[in-house]
């Protein structure tokens, strides 16, 4: 078992995918490493699944008859129940935009086909340390950010703030570093974990999401960009 995942309940993932040797092949791997294996093999049933089995990851596959998965990852993240359930985007497309694109529509990561098992399950690893497995205990403040990490709540202003998996980890590491540089790759390491490989620009998108989500409108943009540098949680502007 890896470190980081609990060793008393095996984490459970929801494998949204139509075709049926595919669904085989992770299902024994999956299987194999620890893991739980529950089956979609189209956007309605993943749906359903998802309520019935409450997975602690859901596996996406891009193309799905009747509703595409980027369809199935947005209803995922407007309703209250799912808004912070890790999902991997699997894609067809090696076209970088099409990546930035699911991510956009709130995956938190994207593997795409063909994948080798070893680096998909390097990604669920990785996610599923970021999503839950060994919560920080504590509270966070920085201008008018709290972070109760004990509670996993965030509050600017006194209003919630919701936040991705991927998104509260980065912001948990920034205001354990007020007012630091960091480069992507520093922020790789710390949040992604140094066994994955992740593109660089992946941090750009994150970013562009934790943004959007903690900052208002009105509101002093706290996520500074220092160009060739990185990024640091900051109150002065560059
Ligand atoms: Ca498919």
Redesign the pocket.
């Known amino acids: 078992m890896p470190e980081g995942i609990s060793r008393l309940a095996k984490p459970l993932v929801l494998v949204v ?3 049926a040797a ?1 669904v085989t092949m992770l299902r024994y791997n999956l299987e194999k490493q620890g893991f739980r294996v529950e089956e979609a093999t189209d956007g309605q049933e993943a749906m359903t699944r998802i309520a019935e089995t409450q997975p602690d990851l859901v596996l996406l ?5 009747t509703m595409s ?1 980027l369809e199935v990852c947005r209803q995922i993240r407007r309703r209250s129940a799912t808004r912070d359930l890790p999902v991997i985007m ?1 894609t ?1 497309r090696t076209e970088d935009q099409d990546a930035v694109r699911g991510l956009n529509t709130g995956a938190d990561d994207y593997i795409a086909k063909p994948f080798s098992m070893e680096a998909l399950l390097a990604r669920i690893r990785a996610l599923l340390r970021r999503s839950s497995a060994v919560p920080s205990k504590g509270q966070l403040a920085f201008h008018d950010i709290a972070m109760d990490l004990t509670a996993h709540r965030v509050q600017r202003n006194g209003r919630p703030v919701h936040l991705g998996p991927t998104e509260y980890r980065l912001l948990e590491f920034f205001m354990l570093h007020p007012r630091r540089v960091f480069s992507r790759e520093e922020l790789l390491d710390a949040v992604w974990g140094p066994d994955i490989h992740v593109e660089p620009r992946t941090v750009d998108v994150h970013i562009r999401r934790l943004r959007k989500s903690i900052n208002a409108t009105g509101e002093l943009d706290i996520v500074r960009t220092v160009r060739a540098a990185g990024y640091a949680v900051d109150t002065e502007p560059v």
């Open positions: 995918e139509d075709e595919l596959d891009w193309m799905l008859p998965g699997v067809a």
